[in-house]
Structures are given as structure tokens and as C-alpha cells.
T-cell receptor, first 114, second 112 residues
Framework: GAGVSQSPSNKVTEKGKDVELRCDPI?????LYWYRQSLGQGLEFLIY????????KSGLPSDRFSAERTGGSVSTLTIQRTQQEDSAVYLC???FGQGLDTQYFGPGTRLTVL | QKEVEQNSGPLSVPEGAIASLNCTYS??????FFWYRQYSGKSPELIMS??SNGDKEDGRFTAQLNKASQYVSLLIRDSQPSDSATYLC????????????WGLGTSLAVNP
């Protein structure tokens, strides 16, 4: 079946603009994660959705970052008033949840803020 | 103390040798353990998962879990240059809403 998909694959924007990144998880997966990875660095947790529970937003670096997950499926990560330090690869991952916790990653969105 | 710790490396081994990657975790309630591989410029991909104490083998890969000592390791036998990548350890604690906690990864270089 189809894996996790993300769009766009690359995004170049100007400082101060808003951007939206999209993630389509694997069908049936109840858990969805967003991560950020800067060049040569580890995975930085941003936000975690699990079923109908309130999302764990503890990793969002500032109030310019927000995410939603509509209908328990597609998720959008929004960054408002982008800054150069927001430049990174944004990765989405999903899992079945409910004890089946293997995460499957999308290809990522490379964001460049000029 | 970080929740999941790995030696950042780089770990350098000759082709054909055994590569040993280690990971320690702080929460004794952790239940599920994962090793992922990430090639440069690519997304992480699962290599092994392990849930019980002992060894689990899959081809050239063996995961070892010791809950009493709070470590999990990954052995790669007959290392190949294609194994050169960053290896990420991840751990789930059921009490933490089953959120996956990641180490920063160990860089492995297999030299021909």
C-alpha cells in the first residue's frame, strides 16, 4: 500500500511569509508525528497526534508553529512569519498506535527561508 | 540526563567486521525499543524492533536488550560499505502516552 506522503517536497520562502506543510499518513494509522531535522542534527520532536486525544504540542519551538489533523487523517503543519532558523527538513511519521508503534516516515519537506 | 543516549561517533569499522552500536535509556518503564537507519539526505527507516530481554536476530543484524541495565544495542555482522549511515535508537514508555523518544544517533562508517 501507499506509504506516508508529504508535500511539497521542497519549499523556498521569504522571511516573514507563512508556510503550510502537508502530511498524508498511512491509511488506518492513528498516531501521527511531526519532526524537524536540521543538517547533520538529530530528530527534533514537534507535535504528536494520537487518535482523538489532545495533541502533545510540547515540542513546538514557538507560537509561530501550529498543526492540525483533520478527520484523524491528513495533517498540516503551519509556520507563521517564517525565520531563517526555521530552515530544515520537516518529517512526518505515522504508526498504527494501540501498541503497534513502529513509525513509518514520509520523505520530508525541505524548507528554506531566505 | 537525556532520556535516550547514544554515542554520536563517528564509529569507523573495516569492511567485514562487526559494528556494535549502543543506546541507553533513563526510564525503567520503557517497553518498546527500535533501531532505525538514516542515510544522508533520506528519511529514517526501521531496521529492528525488540520488546523482550535477550537477542533478536534478523539477517546480519542482532538487537540486544537488557532492561535491568537499561541498554539496547545493535550488532551488524559482516559490515558493508552500504551500512554506512546514522543509526537512531528510539524508545517508548507506555506511561508517556506512547510517545517515541529518540536518541541523536550514531554515525557509522564502514571502510572498504
Amino acid at each position: 500500500g501507499a506509504g506516508v506522503s508529504q508535500s511539497p517536497s521542497n519549499k523556498v520562502t521569504e522571511k516573514g511569509k507563512d508556510v503550510e506543510l502537508r502530511c498524508d499518513p498511512i491509511s488506518g494509522h492513528t498516531a501521527l508525528y511531526w519532526y524537524r531535522q536540521s543538517l547533520g542534527q538529530g530528530l527534533e520532536f514537534l507535535i504528536y497526534f494520537q487518535g482523538n486525544s489532545a495533541p502533545d504540542k510540547s515540542g513546538l519551538p514557538s507560537d509561530r508553529f501550529s498543526a492540525e489533523r483533520t478527520g484523524g487523517s491528513v495533517s498540516t503543519l503551519t509556520i507563521q512569519r517564517t525565520q531563517q532558523e526555521d530552515s530544515a527538513v520537516y518529517l512526518c511519521a505515522s504508526s498504527f498506535g494501540q501498541g503497534l508503534d513502529t513509525q513509518y516516515f514520509g520523505p520530508g519537506t525541505r524548507l528554506t527561508v531566505l | 540526563q537525556k532520556e535516550v543516549e547514544q554515542n554520536s561517533g563517528p564509529l569507523s569499522v573495516p569492511e567485514g567486521a562487526i559494528a556494535s552500536l549502543n543506546c541507553t535509556y533513563s526510564d525503567r518503564g520503557s517497553q518498546s525499543f527500535f533501531w532505525y537507519r538514516q542515510y544522508s539526505g533520506k528519511s529514517p527507516e526501521l531496521i529492528m524492533s525488540i520488546y523482550s530481554n535477550g537477542d533478536k536476530e534478523d539477517g546480519r543484524f542482532t538487537a540486544q536488550l537488557n532492561k535491568a541495565s537499561q541498554y539496547v544495542s545493535l550488532l551488524i555482522r559482516d559490515s558493508q560499505p552500504s551500512d554506512s549511515a546514522t543509526y537512531l535508537c528510539a524508545v517508548i514508555n507506555a506511561g508517556n502516552n506512547r510517545k517515541l523518544i529518540w536518541g541523536l544517533g550514531t554515525s557509522l562508517a564502514v571502510n572498504p
